[in-house]
T-cell receptor, first 114, second 112 residues
Framework: EPEVTQTPSHQVTQMGQEVILRCVPI?????FYWYRQILGQKVEFLVS????????KSEIFDDQFSVERPDGSNFTLKIRSTKLEDSAMYFC????????????FGSGTRLTVV | TQLLEQSPQFLSIQEGENLTVYCNSS?????LQWYRQEPGEGPVLLVT???GGEVKKLKRLTFQFGDARKDSSLHITAAQPGDTGLYLC????????????WGLGTSLAVNP
């Protein structure tokens, strides 16, 4: 079964530091996403990415956030200057062209900002 | 703003019991996706319902999409401890908006 792989599984960082979360989507998928889940809250959409550009982003995805697909396999989320409220589980997901049938999520990166 | 409400939020039952959890919205969705999430893991897709009135079965799990495509239910027959987990529904609309709208989930505990 193809998987979405995320690294690291846990990241602790000091407030104000930059972090990069990494994802390897399923190889033949075309759409890539980042979602986050703050403890006890709903899963929230951050950004979708298609054809090497952002196709949609939420109000959460401000100038502190950026995404990149630096090569043919990796998909990264960068937070430039982390805040305490950025502490959450961050999930990467990918879909083939017809995404209404379901997403494949990675196991997530637990980010703790101290 | 599209919202999905899931009920109940928590459910604790004995092994062998049946249960139904609900996912409701005032909005119409192209599809509703059901996921199960274990602590510290990402959501895992169980099933997607697309057509109004559709019923899908996955072993002891039965999923139904409302006729108006605004709500869905998940029924588990003869629950087992292995069914324990967080069950999430997520609504999808096509077009420019490809993001999923999530419910808060139903946390199910099946006690042996």
């Amino acid at each position: 079964e193809p998987e979405v792989t995320q690294t690291p599984s846990h990241q602790v960082t000091q407030m104000g530091q930059e972090v990069i979360l990494r994802c390897v989507p399923i190889s033949n998928h075309l759409y890539f996403y980042w979602y986050r889940q703050i403890l006890g809250q709903k899963v929230e959409f951050l950004v979708s990415f298609y054809n090497n550009e952002i196709s949609e982003k939420s109000e959460i995805f401000d100038d502190q956030f950026s995404v990149e697909r630096p090569d043919g396999s990796n998909f990264t989320l960068k937070i430039r200057s982390t805040k305490l409220e950025d502490s959450a589980m961050y999930f990467c997901a990918s879909t083939p062209s017809v995404s209404r049938y379901g997403y494949t999520f990675g196991s997530g990166t637990r980010l703790t900002v101290v | 703003t599209q919202l999905l409400e899931q009920s109940p939020q928590f459910l604790s039952i004995q092994e062998g019991e049946n249960l139904t959890v609900y996912c409701n919205s005032s909005s119409v969705f192209s599809s509703l996706q059901w996921y199960r999430q274990e602590p510290g893991e990402g959501p895992v897709l169980l099933v997607t319902v697309v057509t109004g009135g559709e019923v899908k079965k996955l072993k002891r799990l039965t999923f139904q999409f409302g006729d108006a495509r605004k709500d869905s239910s998940l029924h588990i027959t003869a629950a087992q401890p292995g069914d324990t987990g967080l069950y999430l529904c997520a609504g999808f609309n096509a077009g420019n908006n490809r993001k999923l709208i999530w419910g808060l989930g139903t946390s199910l505990a099946v006690n042996p």
